[in-house]
């Protein structure tokens, strides 16, 4: 009896260590992740249909200052563009700026008597850095395409742009696309300016004298108080402001914040021409300025004696914030290829030729494996140890473009969210996702291609029996903020202008077509 039991028991054993081991193959299967450094075997398959299409409109709005507890969604728009690009192969973008004008709490002040309006300007700061040269600071600007002159007009608005939804009783942020049409919301001009050209000469703020004028110091150079680095600066209209704030000094239009917001709706930012001069701003350091002076009685230090009372000049410069809620809105007009490209698109066989664009251009719809082979690859059980997509630039029509991206997203298209693969440990900021990729590479050969780690993504797929959805693909700036946060998909490539055009599917040299690579094992 005794032997039968160490017996049962031996056998009891030997199979929960088999289990053991099988168990521990397949989990360290599962999380392998990184291109493999042993002998597996490669499948490579070009069965892979994709197509391109137009975005007809972006997320394109901010919403900095917020708190994040009451919305439930980030800022769409961390970087905010004027201006025009002119692309070759896609045709002409224009960027257009709507904002709201900040409370400045200094408005509940008496604005004084006798008030002179010297100076009315909006600034808004470039991205730049700085180089030493020769031992002298030099400033460089950065996300600038282009240097060719163009017009610039500011419009009142008289829009009002809310920051909740008032058709959701204000308890959800409300959403602005960049196809929304601001042209009826444009009041007079209160500023422009002509044959405009970026420079990156810093912006000076000069000490003054009571009157306003600057102080010199013995050289006859203005006495610099302080320096903010490059700025656009363009002239606003004294007059307007005069009317539109220093005449209503201590009304409730100006003195209560809701009541000024209502009153004071923001400024509209137009750029206008065919030449190319695209800015890309940290427009939320955007600030209206205007220097003036009052009078204020001086009683001299003897407040009973009114004799010797004098008025004296005083210089102010009062100060309004843009941009905690603010909106770019594109128009993009169409070359006759693009719109060609773009209107025969194969949504079936897929194209010859992928067009990508950004700030609401053209975007690439994927579909991996056709149906037959997508049986037959789950019916090998194959342990997916690495998979990477590779898809090709065609250059010699992309060189013709203004810009090309740097990177490529690719995500689930059918649900617009990420791939898990994004987010995967071994993805992070730190890396630059380097596992996930989608940037930019050349070959040996001279070869430009983009290439994608989807491992998660393909084991989902073929070993786990998860749907095969389509995969969108567009340009981007940055892959680190989530594309979709509860209800909202967050676009991409909505402040981005560049492109890139890629070889698809029906293209003549099989070389050049997309191709999925599969590093696998087989089971014993």
Not at 336 to 361: H, T, V
Request: proline letters at 4%.
């Amino acid at each position: 009896m005794l032997n039968k039991k160490s017996g049962l028991i031996l056998l009891v054993l030997t199979l929960i260590l088999t289990a053991s081991c099988k168990k521990e193959f397949t989990e360290i299967g599962v999380n392998l992740i990184g291109k493999p450094h042993f002998e597996g075997k490669i499948y490579e398959t070009n069965q892979i249909k994709i197509y391109d299409q137009a975005i007809p409109k972006v997320l394109s709005m901010a919403t900095n200052g917020i708190p994040q507890s009451h919305i439930p969604e980030m800022s769409n728009l961390p970087i905010t563009s004027l201006g025009i690009y002119n692309d070759d192969k896609f045709g002409k973008l224009n960027a257009n700026i709507i904002s709201t004008i900040e409370y400045n709490p200094n408005l509940r002040n008496d604005l004084g008597e006798n008030i002179k309006l010297l100076d009315a300007k909006l600034i808004i700061p470039y991205y730049s850095h700085i180089k030493i040269e020769n031992s002298q600071k030099k400033y460089l600007l950065d996300s600038i395409f282009g240097d060719n002159p163009i017009n610039i007009k500011i419009y009142e608005s008289t829009y009002f742009l809310p920051t909740y939804d008032p058709n959701n009783n204000l308890e959800e942020l409300k959403y602005f696309y960049s196809n929304f049409d601001f042209t009826n919301y444009k009041a007079g001009i209160i500023g422009d300016t002509i044959n405009f050209v970026t420079n990156n000469t810093p912006y000076y703020i000069y000490k003054r004298n009571d009157d306003g004028s600057v102080i010199l110091d013995d050289n006859g150079n203005p006495e610099i108080k302080d320096s903010l680095g490059p700025h656009l600066t363009i002239k606003l209209d004294t007059t307007f402001f005069r009317h539109k704030i220093f005449d209503h000094s201590s009304e409730t239009i100006l003195t209560n914040k809701f009541e000024f917001k209502d009153y004071f709706r923001g400024i509209i930012i137009e750029a206008e021409g065919n030449n190319t001069q695209y800015i890309q701003f940290p427009f939320e350091k955007a600030k209206i300025l205007i220097d003036y002076t009052n009078e204020t009685l001086d009683d001299n230090g003897t407040p009973s004696d009114t004799t010797d009372d004098t008025t004296k000049i005083i210089f102010h410069e009062l100060t309004f914030n843009l941009g905690k809620t603010r909106i770019n809105y594109y128009q993009n007009t169409l070359t006759s290829y693009a719109q060609n490209a773009l209107n025969n698109s194969d949504l079936i066989n897929g194209d010859n030729e992928i067009i990508l664009k950004g700030d609401a251009g053209a975007e690439g719809v994927i579909k991996l494996f056709s149906e037959q082979e997508l049986r037959d690859l789950r019916l090998k059980n194959w342990l997916i140890n690495y998979a990477e997509l590779y898809l090709y630039v065609d250059q010699t029509q992309t060189d013709q473009m203004l810009g090309q991206s740097e990177r490529l997203i690719l995500y689930n298209y059918d649900d617009k969210k990420s791939l898990p693969d994004l987010y995967a440990p071994e993805n992070n900021q730190s890396n630059n996702y380097a596992i996930f990729d989608g940037t930019l590479h050349t070959d040996e050969n001279g070869q430009s291609y983009y290439k994608f780690g989807i491992t998660r993504h393909i084991r989902n797929v073929i070993n786990r029996d998860s749907t095969n959805v389509r995969l969108g693909l567009r340009v981007c700036n940055g892959i680190n903020l989530p594309l979709k946060t509860n209800t909202v998909f967050r676009d991409p490539d909505a402040y981005t202008p560049k492109g890139v055009i890629l070889y698809g599917n029906q293209a003549v040299q099989p070389t050049q077509k997309p191709v999925l690579k599969l590093y696998y094992t087989k089971p014993e």
